[in-house]
């Protein structure tokens, strides 16, 4: 396994994926690093739904907007669809609102466990709800938060300096940048507004 610091730098987020499948029991114990997470007052009200079925995978895909600002062409292309999906629920008997913060915590563990094996992914809240909740089956207590699409990655997408805008942007090579805030943008030492000595290196 890679050094962890370099993963979590390494993550970007993926939406072209190889036509390979992803194994039951890898997924599984994916489901079991989101079960793991930190949960407010321990509460645990989120559940899990693992799909790797093709007819339930295509479904799923049909309900999912990608990379809203470069629509369409962060689609993921014919053929390199996710190769598997985690969909997180929430139970709302246990708890129907503040669970967002155990959603990304849960989704993050997944995320990074994934690319610790290899396996890249979109965490997407972009979902057309109504059509997916019927199809996968769920009560009426449980509500869908976001989609996990997962597979091995067929892009490498790179990191930009932010210059005024946050939107990213594919090359004429097809290449995707994700423009990110720097991190003398972002941090503070000790007071707002006071920044670190620009010697300090990560
Ligand atoms: C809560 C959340 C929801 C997201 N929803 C979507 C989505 O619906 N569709 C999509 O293509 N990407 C989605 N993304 C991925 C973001 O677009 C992506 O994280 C962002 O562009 C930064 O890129 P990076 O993950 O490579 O750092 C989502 C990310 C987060 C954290």
Not at 132 to 151: F, Y
Request: hydrophobic residues 40%.
């Amino acid at each position: 396994m890679e050094d962890f610091i370099s993963l979590i730098r390494k993550r970007r987020t993926i939406r072209q994926f190889q036509p390979a499948e992803v194994p039951l029991e890898l997924l599984y114990q994916l489901a079991d690093l989101g079960r793991l997470a930190p949960s407010a007052s321990n509460l645990q009200p989120l559940e899990f739904l693992v799909v790797n079925d093709d007819q339930v995978k295509r479904k799923v895909f049909s309900c999912l907007r990608w990379a809203a600002y470069i629509n369409p062409a962060g689609d993921p292309k014919p053929g390199q669809e996710p190769a598997a999906y985690i969909i997180i629920l929430v139970n709302t008997q246990i708890r129907n609102k503040g669970f967002e913060y155990d959603v990304g915590a849960a989704a993050e563990n997944i995320i990074l466990g994934a690319l610790s094996v290899g396996v890249g992914s979109c965490w997407l809240i972009s979902v057309d709800r109504e059509q997916l909740q019927p199809a996968l089956r769920l009560p009426d207590s449980h509500r869908i938060d976001s989609v996990i699409a997962l597979g091995y990655p067929a892009e490498q997408p790179l990191v930009e300096e932010f210059s005024g805008s946050v939107k990213y942007w594919k090359d004429e090579k097809g290449c995707l940048h994700v423009p990110k805030r720097s991190l003398q943008q972002v941090t503070h030492w000790n007071f707002y507004g006071q920044k670190f000595p620009p010697d300090l290196k990560v």
